[in-house]
């Protein structure tokens, strides 16, 4: 029975995929994925929001031969947490689309494990085998993260965004490691065990500032290294933890579970080829709106003075929980409708310049800013609270 669970056909698929065997196109899109964590990474890693995350690692990871975005000295968990939270520092960094739901944040995780197991690494490792392991990391985490999707009831309970990718990220580095068969299964398990609990929208989502680690994407990175260390040195998980009734997917607070998502056409059907990446550096919900804005921008020439008013007709989400008008940190801003449309209205390109100190408190900016307001879309409501959960967006400009 063992080897016919989900884990184990999952492991399997982990330790027999060779290079070769990964379509050009899937092959390109991982690419792409390395190329944007990495450059997502470089643009915040001097920049304020990501310097706490780092000075705390430091302290509580202790000294390494591990490396972030240029500094050195950290130890491999303080490595994975680190340069995790700097990739993910501006929400700029990749996502997951499936049929219109945004579902995590795999880069940020799967990348910063990566850097780690090349750090540590006693042998060098080569680009082949960096995206072949990468290629797998991405492939098991998107069908894990469609396969654990909880019904609208539960979402609006309990969810997580992005916990889930210890268990992609722990087979990243378990690869790149060198872990046999057993070892990767033992770390699939202990990673699961060391999961963060969900926390979206749980801790301190009406009041600000905002929780700072906003999507445990570091996290779940660390448990991933920690998982892998552990199993090197001896230390063993649970074999079947993805499969049954007492499975991850309840764990992570799921109320359901398609299991026959995990494997179905594994090798053919590529899950790797469901990543999206973000045109703004802001929470995806916040997207349809910004596009609107940008494309009226475009289409009309006006300048951020010729702007009286901007309404956004929105789900309620974003009318209840993202209207800060003064946002207080980089985090805050992110998730703030009238601070991320006044800096596509002000013509600031997409990145860091969104969340300088020097911006955040131009006049100019704070007045455009008190210029948007959003209101309650039905049909928008509706597509984003039922089962579909796609967020959506019409901006009138004035």
């Known amino acids: 029975m063992m080897n016919t669970t989900s884990t184990r056909q999952l492991i399997n698929f982990a330790k027999m995929l060779q290079a070769q065997s990964i379509p050009d196109a899937v092959r390109h899109k991982v690419s792409l994925h390395l190329l944007d964590g990495l450059g997502c990474g470089w643009a915040a890693s001097q920049h304020q929001s990501s310097a706490s995350a780092i000075r705390s690692a430091r302290l509580f990871g202790g000294q390494g031969d591990c490396s972030v975005f240029g500094q050195t000295g950290f130890s491999p968990l303080a ?11 501006l929400d700029h960094d990749d996502g997951v689309e499936i049929d219109g739901k945004g579902l995590g944040h795999p880069g940020a995780t799967l990348i910063a494990a990566a850097l780690v197991a090349l750090d540590i690494s006693p042998t060098p490792i080569s680009h082949e085998t960096l995206i072949t392991a990468l290629t797998v990391g991405f492939e098991v985490n998107n069908r894990l993260i469609h396969a654990i999707q909880p019904t609208a009831e539960r979402f609006n309970q309990v969810y997580g965004v ?6 992609g990220a722990a087979m990243v580095a378990g690869l790149l490691l060198g872990l046999d068969e057993q070892q990767l299964h033992n770390a699939v398990g202990l990673a699961a065990t060391l999961t963060p609990l969900p926390s979206l929208h749980q801790y301190n989502w009406q009041q600000r500032p905002l929780l700072s680690i906003k999507d445990a994407v570091a996290p779940a990175a660390q448990a991933a290294v920690q998982a892998v260390i552990m199993t090197q040195h001896g230390m063993s998980g649970s074999l079947d933890v993805l499969d049954g009734e007492k499975g991850f997917w309840r ?4 109320d359901q579970f398609a ?13 790797a080829d469901y990543g999206s990446f ?27 003075k010729d702007i009286r008013s901007v309404e956004v007709y929105t789900f309620p989400r974003i009318v209840d929980d993202m209207m800060d008008y003064r946002p207080q940190t980089v985090t805050d801003a992110q998730f703030s409708l009238p601070w991320t449309m006044a800096a596509v209205a002000a013509g600031l390109a997409p990145g860091a310049d969104w969340y300088t100190e020097h911006n955040m408190q131009n006049p100019a900016l704070l007045d ?31």
Not at 251 to 254: D, K, L, T
Not at 259 to 271: A, M, P, R
Not at 368 to 392: C, E, N
Request: with cysteine; proline share 4%; net charge negative.
């Open 278 to 304: 973000k045109i703004y550096p802001a929470c995806r919900w916040l997207a349809c709106a910004l596009e609107s804005m940008d494309s009226l921008i475009q289409q009309t020439g006006w300048l951020a």
């Open 368 to 398: 455009l800013a008190d210029k948007v307001t959003a209101f309650i879309d039905p049909d928008f409501s509706a597509r984003m609270t039922g089962p579909a959960r796609q967020p959506g967006a019409r901006v009138v400009l004035t």
């Open 79 to 89: 490595a994975a947490f680190s340069n995790a939270t700097v990739i993910n520092g």
């Open 259 to 271: 299991q026959e998502v995990l494997t179905d056409s594994l090798g053919s059907h590529w899950y």
């Open 251 to 254: 764990m992570i607070g799921s």
């Open 162 to 167: 992005a916990q889930h990718q210890s268990i």
